[in-house]
């Protein structure tokens, strides 16, 4: 009705992110105390009650998951999710606490995959998740819900799939597709999502993207400040 253009701002621009699989992501897992030999999944945040994290409970249950994968929360440990995610999940669960920022690239880049798991109502289906463009700065592939824009964050266009939509929002959904991003864990799939979602940060979500678009709603930002009279 209005026209427009939407920006995404993400984070500040990373230069050479780590890729998985890669002797430097090894190195972040050694000192960040992670195992080298599981698929990390990271979830960073306040545990609100639309994140989805009732179902990657849920879906720690399943000795499979347990086996292959480990989960990394960051966020104040004593919210009552995070310890329940813990108490299921026992070693294959690691409680960061709260990480400053400056400190969250080596997390992101210690993971393999990120994980939104937005619930279906209207205030998720309204926002675009900061933790995305944070993975996708990162080289992250996100594990997303089928809410609201992730779908067109994560698949469309006419790069790479930048990571994976779950159609299934049951906790059998959630552990099926689990279970089919470890074997492409083991393939170089994994790493080419998230090499497609860097791809994708800077071309969308970059200050370089931004600017871009600015200069095309206001062709004065295009002209030289002494030529336009300011």
């Excluded at 002797?23 to 979830?43: A, S, T, W």
């Excluded at 279906?120 to 463009?133: G, H, M, R, T, V």
């Excluded at 497609?196 to 993207?209: D, I, L, P, R, V």
């Amino acid at each position: 009705m209005y026209g427009g253009h939407i920006i995404l701002h993400g984070p500040a621009a990373i230069s050479n992110p780590s890729s998985i699989g890669s002797n430097h992501q090894m190195y972040l897992r050694d000192v960040i105390g992670l195992p080298r030999e599981k698929m990390i999944m990271l979830f960073a945040g306040i545990a609100r009650e639309h994140k989805g994290l009732s179902l990657l409970s849920k879906a720690m249950l399943d000795s499979r998951i347990m086996k292959k994968c480990h989960l990394v929360l960051v966020g104040n440990p004593l919210q009552r999710e995070f310890q329940n995610i813990k108490s299921i999940a026992g070693h294959a669960c690691t409680l960061l606490g709260v990480v400053k920022n400056e400190k969250m690239r080596d997390v992101v880049q210690a993971a393999d995959l990120i994980l939104v798991l937005q619930k279906n109502n209207s205030y998720a289906e309204c926002q675009i998740p900061a933790k995305l463009l944070e993975a996708f700065a990162n080289a992250r592939p996100v594990l997303g819900t089928d809410v609201g824009d992730l779908p067109l964050l994560i698949q469309d266009g006419p790069l790479q799939p930048r990571g994976w939509i779950l159609k299934d929002s049951s906790p059998n959904g959630l552990n099926k597709l689990l279970l089919e991003t470890i074997t492409d864990a083991i393939t170089d799939d994994m790493a080419l999502r998230g090499n497609a979602a860097w791809e994708y940060y800077q071309k969308h979500c970059s200050t370089a993207a931004i600017a871009k678009v600015l200069s095309i709603m206001n062709p004065l930002l295009n002209k030289n400040p002494s030529s336009s009279g300011v």
